[in-house]
């Protein structure tokens, strides 16, 4: 699948699951920063990656995805950035749901997703 965008920053506490995500969208051919938790995503980000979209985990040790919403929306040089928010907690998913651009529940499929980030980017 084609995307409009082509920078992604994925963020999640689970290894194998960032390894994933990323790997299959590099296939695709976007360019993919990964980072393990909210603190390590907005280090990413002040060193001067600005992806298209930033796809995050809410559920994480320390600070939450949604933690990591609220900065970048605070934010003026990201508050506009297209966020997906994923989770397996359906309530988690809606306590974000007007401050994230879309939701993912997990587990979801690569096409899920593929659909997902063509909509929001």
Do not use: W
């Not at 994925?10 to 938790?37: K, S």
């Amino acid at each position: 699948m084609t995307y409009p965008c082509d920078r992604v920053l994925v963020v999640d506490d689970d290894t194998d699951i960032l390894d994933a995500l990323a790997q299959a969208l590099r296939e695709e051919g976007i360019q993919v920063h990964t980072a393990e938790g909210a603190d390590a995503a907005l280090l990413d980000l002040q060193q001067g990656f600005l992806p298209d979209v930033v796809l995050t985990d809410l559920m994480m040790p320390g600070r939450s995805g949604e933690d990591l919403i609220d900065d970048l929306r605070r934010n003026p040089a990201t508050h506009d950035l297209a966020i997906v928010a994923m989770s397996a907690n359906a309530a988690s998913l809606m306590r974000v749901r007007g401050k994230a651009n879309g939701e993912l529940a997990k587990p979801f499929s690569l096409h899920t997703m593929d659909v997902m980030l063509a909509s929001v980017c």
